[in-house]
């Protein structure tokens, strides 16, 4: 059975399943899939979306790949930056981070509302710390006395969930700096595309689709469902990384980005993800049987490469024969092409 691991072979599912939902709501829900947030977030434990968590202590984000030497990203630039210390220590220590705090809510509250900006200077939102230096009183009092302002709302930024922090930009605080930090390489670009394009802010514990055509998002989640069926693990960090090039080219459907040239910085893992969820895309739910008597036979719906063309045969009663032999003899061939050699 070498090579065979793929449609032949769909991986029973275990546990207790309702017979009201289809599979792939069932899957949806075991892989935590969140319909209002469009955010992915399965336990680390899940079969084919789970990660071994990193080595130190008090972190629980993903140590992805070989290489990782059992740490998260962070934790492993930590790790380098203080000169390889002995992991024995290093692993029992707090970790550090290198990227900036979420900002709290401004101090103000009245009537048990409090004010919905974020702090920037000793608790206060920007407002508010105006109208404290602007008083005469003591600062507590002038705290007290002063009226909580409404939020400003989600960052603009269309795969943002965090709220923006300044009223001009109308980003999260991790957004404005990327913004400013673009912004001096391209002078003069649009905040508007800019903000459409941009990838979130996220560690690897969970995949965000905001800002990626509705249908783009169904066949994504579609074939990395077809990808659990089949046994396949999916590396998130790798989905990520698919899902935001697939939004910063504002794909509407995952079968126009097939001849599109692809980034350079792609590990293999992201392109055999592409090249999966492209399969499923074109070949839907087939399964073999689904093409026992069919002309030609994409050798991806067998977990094979190449495609085998019957229509090579131009007499009938011999392509029958043939493919009746192909089908007995699938597992001869690992690239459909070679089967064309009969
Ligand atoms: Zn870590
Ligand atoms: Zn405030
Ligand atoms: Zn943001």
Not at 32 to 52: Q, V, Y
Not at 69 to 95: E, I
Not at 126 to 132: D, F, I, K, L
Not at 270 to 299: C, F, K
Request: include cysteine; hydrophobic fraction near 35%; charge should be positive.
């Amino acid at each position: 059975m070498k090579g065979i691991r793929g449609a032949l072979a769909l991986v029973p599912t275990e546990g207790e399943i309702d017979p009201a939902i289809n599979p792939f709501d069932q899957w949806l829900l075991a892989a935590r899939w969140d319909a209002d947030r469009l955010e992915l977030r399965p336990s680390p434990i899940h079969d084919t979306l789970g990660w071994k968590v990193c080595a130190v202590d008090a972190c629980d984000r993903p140590a992805w790949g070989q290489k990782s030497s059992g740490l998260c990203k962070g934790c492993k630039t930590q790790w380098h930056s203080q000169g390889q210390p002995d992991r024995a220590v290093f692993d029992r220590q707090p970790p550090k981070r290198n990227c900036m705090k979420q900002p709290t809510a401004c101090l103000v509250t009245r009537n048990g509302v409090r004010c919905g900006r974020s702090a920037r200077t000793k608790g206060l939102c920007g407002p508010h710390t105006a109208a404290v230096s602007r008083s005469a009183g003591e600062r507590d009092d002038a705290i007290a006395g002063l009226s909580p302002l409404p939020s400003l709302g989600p960052c603009r930024v269309a795969a943002c969930d965090r709220v923006a922090y300044g009223p001009n930009l109308r980003l999260c605080r991790a957004h404005s700096t990327r913004w400013y930090s673009f912004t001096k390489v391209k002078p003069g670009a649009d905040l508007d595309t800019w903000c459409q394009r941009e990838n979130q802010v996220s560690d690897s514990r969970r995949v965000c689709f905001g800002g990626l055509h509705p249908r783009v998002v169904r066949q994504v989640l579609f074939g990395v469902f077809d990808r659990s069926r089949r046994g396949s693990r999916t590396r998130l960090d790798y989905l990520q990384s698919l899902v935001d090039w697939l939004r910063s080219s504002q794909a509407t459907d995952l079968r126009s980005v097939r001849d599109t040239e692809l980034p350079g910085n792609w590990l293999r893992g992201t392109h055999q993800i592409l090249n999966s969820l492209m399969a499923t895309t074109e070949y839907g739910n087939l399964t073999p049987e689904d093409l026992h008597h069919a002309d030609v036979w994409p050798g991806v719906v067998f977990g094979k490469t190449g495609v085998t063309d019957f229509r090579e045969i131009s007499q009938w009663w011999l392509r029958d024969i043939t493919q009746a032999w192909c089908w007995d003899n699938l597992n001869r061939f690992n690239n459909f092409r070679t089967s064309a050699a009969w």
